[in-house]
């Protein structure tokens, strides 16, 4: 069964780039769906948005506009990028794989937003 | 697109049955048979416990089940046990092809 081990900076300063990169290791990389949800402190999960094995992406419309989600296939792994950050970007974020759920969580990279 | 609506809480006795609602609209919920259900314990990752409204993934107890009735799903636990107490949230499809979340809900066992 696969396994998603995430990496990317943890503490960044506004106006700065979130950049998360996710591996798969194991199992298919092919026929998922590859996602990225993140949690802020205390609060609930907000889908950022996915790539297929085909490169097509959706992002969620609140932060289509500073979000890109790139795929390595011959790497097996998946990236994340958000733009000019915030403090309302800190949060934990999780690289999930899935078809029509999200089957598989990476273990979650806690990025902190702070001047 | 706006978060499904949960209870902030639901509480029950050990043994007891206790039911969580996930409202959304035709957009969602109502649209789509893509409602999934996660369980997450403190400083852990989310658990996929329930896919396509009503399906288990292999591992997953009998205790859990789960429905949808027009816009809304629910989960049901059933036989409730302390490793139960934790966070569940709610997630569909929608029109957009986007994906969304519910609030989440406490369930504590009294």
């Known amino acids: 069964q696969a396994q998603l081990q995430q990496w990317g900076a943890g503490l960044l300063k506004p106006s700065e780039t979130v950049s998360l990169t996710c591996a798969v290791h194991?199992?298919?990389?092919?026929?998922?769906?590859w996602h990225w949800i993140r949690q802020p402190p205390g609060k609930g999960l907000e889908w950022i948005g996915e790539?297929?094995?085909?490169?097509?992406?959706y992002y969620n419309p609140s932060l289509k506009s500073r979000v890109t989600v790139s795929l390595d296939t011959s790497k097996k792994q998946f990236s994340l990028k958000v733009n000019s950050v915030t403090a309302a970007d800190t949060a934990v974020y999780y690289c999930?794989?899935?078809?029509?759920?999200?089957?598989?969580w990476g273990q979650g990279t806690m990025v902190t937003v702070s001047s | 697109q706006s978060a499904l609506t949960q209870p902030a809480s639901v509480s029950g006795s050990p043994g007891q049955s206790i039911t969580i609602s996930c409202t959304g609209t035709?957009?969602?919920?109502?649209?789509?048979?893509?409602v999934s259900w996660y369980q997450q314990h403190p400083g852990k990752a989310p658990k996929l416990l329930l896919y396509?409204?009503?399906k288990r993934p292999s591992g997953v107890s009998n205790r859990f089940s789960g429905s949808k009735s027009g816009n809304t799903a629910s989960l049901t636990i059933s036989g409730l046990q302390g490793e139960d107490e934790a966070d569940y949230y709610c997630?569909?499809?929608?029109?957009?092809?986007?994906?969304?979340f519910g609030g989440g809900t406490k369930v504590t066992v009294l």
């Open positions: 790539i297929n094995d085909r490169g097509t992406t």
């Open positions: 999930v794989l899935g078809l029509d759920a999200f089957d598989m």
């Open positions: 396509d409204v009503d």
């Open positions: 194991g199992g298919s990389f092919s026929g998922y769906y």
């Open positions: 997630n569909s499809y929608t029109s957009s092809s986007t994906w969304v």
């Open positions: 035709s957009s969602d919920v109502g649209g789509y048979n893509y």
